[in-house]
């Protein structure tokens, strides 16, 4: 069993969706859809931005994209003009999943 | 088969650059309309407020200059077409303003249309005063009756399809203006009108809808805020998107050779994912799209083909954006160096706090954040000593002003009360704003009848 980072894997973007975002997550490769899609569960994703309330997160899988798309429905305090953090509106939360060590239990997916 | 439409886009939001419109233009000599997006959720309520001080106000006065810009192009015979959202709240005003500028510089024979029927505020406040306890209205997210803010409600409109629009552009319009149209409609429309198409061919309305969405945000898709930005060549010449959309619905997302920036597999993937929800259900307007059929085909040289979409009817209801006043806010910052910077940041939050709860001034909102701590998102924070600087951001709301501006003067006593290497209050005590919140909900089609009015440039009036 080894660790990976998501963004060896991954790219993401993020944007505001009211007082929630969410977060696209886009494998490089085939591959690589196959392990996120097996590896990175909603739930997963909601313990990672637990500190930020995130609520309770849904995943939705777009396998004609190698994507997963996660809408975090209350992670922006309020959002808009209304939430007081510096990220009101989410943009940063792409690069931060980014950073989610994943359990691999061969070696990580390259190319394929 | 008919040649594809080519329709760009160099407005992303209120604020992106005024000389992207007339450089695209340049740069795309085989341009066929320019879309220009100027509202977000919020940006009506600042809209409201310019109007509540100039009655002439209330809309994207930048959208005036960049006619000016694009008049040029006009004068030299370039069949040019322009829609845009700018109107906001008062898209009368907006459509005067630029038949105004546009007389001023020449283009006197131009055909401008304006679309109202958008502002909804009259039937929110109507529905509110023949039941108090309405069902209609109610928050699309948390159930809310609208009974909790109506009192504050500063606008409401409705995102309204590409219907009005394609009217608007079969009359002949060479600018239309438009209060909150939904963004990808802007680009549905020109396509109706263009190629024929029936408002309920939904496959080919869901192929211009998805190619609207991919270039709504301007450069976001041709490489900006994507995975590779370090790497984009030229950044500062980045070039602004355009779609070629096929007969068929399909487009291909392209910008104009010689601009920086990069359209590849990996920009068309990311916008597609922006801010959206079920990838299965899209929702505008005017379709219903399914993104899961999408294929996206990297051609090269900055060209990208997107085909597949399929789309079904729309929501039976338009969708609402109302904002209401919802108290003050302000956030104030101060940089602090040395060791320990966080700790200190720290105990700088503490001391604000205590001071406004000592003036009877707590604030019913209070926020400290130490950046480079984590404080953005929790994610890769560093401490001391590995992090020597920090910048504290403290922020405060209420709905009373009078604690907000409290907090703003409490802020600059911490320069010569607060730690050593206390810096960065160049600035001056932070402004008070105006919290808006935001309001999504229904309302039936028939209740937001459309009208457009259309007028030539040369008549001062409406024709």
């Not at chain 1, 997963?44 to 994209?65: I, K, Q």
Request: aromatic share 6%.
């Amino acid at each position: 069993m080894s660790t990976v980072r998501l963004g060896d894997i991954a790219y993401a973007r993020s944007g505001d969706k009211g007082a929630g975002a969410n977060i696209g997550v886009i494998a490089f490769f085939p591959r690589g859809y196959a392990f996120l899609r097996e590896r990175l569960s909603a739930v997963a994703v909601e313990r990672f931005f637990a500190h930020l309330n995130p609520g309770r997160v849904v995943r939705y899988e777009l396998p004609n994209l190698g994507a997963l798309n996660f809408i975090l429905p209350t992670i922006l305090d309020g959002g808009g003009s209304v939430s007081l953090r510096i990220d009101a509106q989410g943009k940063a939360l792409g690069q931060a999943i980014l950073e989610m060590p994943i359990e691999a239990p061969d070696a990580p997916p390259g190319e394929s | 088969m008919a040649p594809p439409l080519r329709i760009g886009n160099a407005s992303a939001f209120w604020g992106d650059s005024n000389d992207a419109p007339a450089t695209l233009v340049r740069q795309a000599p085989d341009l066929d309309f320019l879309t220009l997006d100027y509202l977000a959720e919020v940006s009506m309520s600042i809209l409201a407020k310019q109007r509540q001080r100039d009655p002439s106000a209330g809309y994207a006065r930048d959208f005036i200059d960049i006619i000016r810009s694009l008049a040029p192009f006009w004068r030299d015979g370039r069949p040019l077409r322009v829609v845009t959202n700018a109107g906001g709240l008062h898209p009368r005003g907006c459509a005067d303003a630029c038949a105004a500028a546009l007389r001023e510089a020449g283009c006197s024979n131009l055909r401008i249309a304006t679309v109202v029927g958008d502002d909804v505020l009259p039937a929110l406040r109507d529905a509110h005063r023949l039941d108090r306890q309405t069902p209609d209205f109610c928050h699309l997210e948390n159930g809310g009756r609208v009974d909790t803010v109506i009192d504050r409600v500063v606008t409401a409109n409705a995102y309204v399809g590409a219907g009005p629009v394609v009217e608007a552009l079969r009359m002949g319009a060479d600018v239309v203006i438009t209060g909150r149209l939904a963004d990808p409609s802007m680009t549905v429309a020109p396509c109706v009108a263009h190629f024929g198409w029936s408002l309920n061919d939904y496959h080919r309305i869901a192929g211009a809808t998805v190619a609207g969405h991919l270039i709504e945000c301007g450069t976001q898709v041709t490489g900006g805020i994507g995975a590779d930005w370090l790497n984009l060549p030229d950044p500062a010449n980045i070039g602004y998107p355009i779609v070629e959309v096929s007969e068929d619905g399909s487009c291909v997302v392209t910008k104009p050779p010689t601009t920086g920036g990069r359209v590849d597999e990996r920009t068309v993937k990311e916008q597609l994912l922006y801010e959206i929800g079920d990838p299965a259900k899209y929702l505008s307007p005017d379709a219903t799209v399914n993104f899961l059929t999408l294929n996206v085909e990297d051609q090269g040289n900055d060209r990208v083909r997107v085909n597949g979409a399929s789309g079904s009817a729309p929501p039976a209801k338009y969708k609402v954006s109302a904002t209401y006043r919802a108290g003050f806010r302000a956030s104030g910052t101060l940089v602090i160096f040395g060791r320990d910077a966080v700790a200190k940041g720290r105990r700088c939050g503490e001391i604000v706090r205590r001071r406004l709860a000592a003036a009877g001034m707590a604030p019913r909102r209070y926020h400290v954040e130490c950046i480079g701590d984590g404080a953005v998102t929790g994610v890769g924070g560093k401490s001391s000593p590995e992090l020597m600087e920090t910048m504290l951001r403290i922020s405060v709301g209420d709905e009373r002003r009078e604690v907000v501006e409290k907090f703003t003067r409490e802020m600059a006593p911490l320069v010569t009360s607060g730690p050593p290497g206390t810096t960065g209050y160049a600035e001056g005590r932070p402004p008070v704003r105006e919290v808006y919140g935001y309001w999504p909900t229904l309302i039936d089609r028939e209740r937001a009848p459309m009208k457009v009015e259309m007028r030539t440039v040369s008549s001062s009036h409406e024709a």
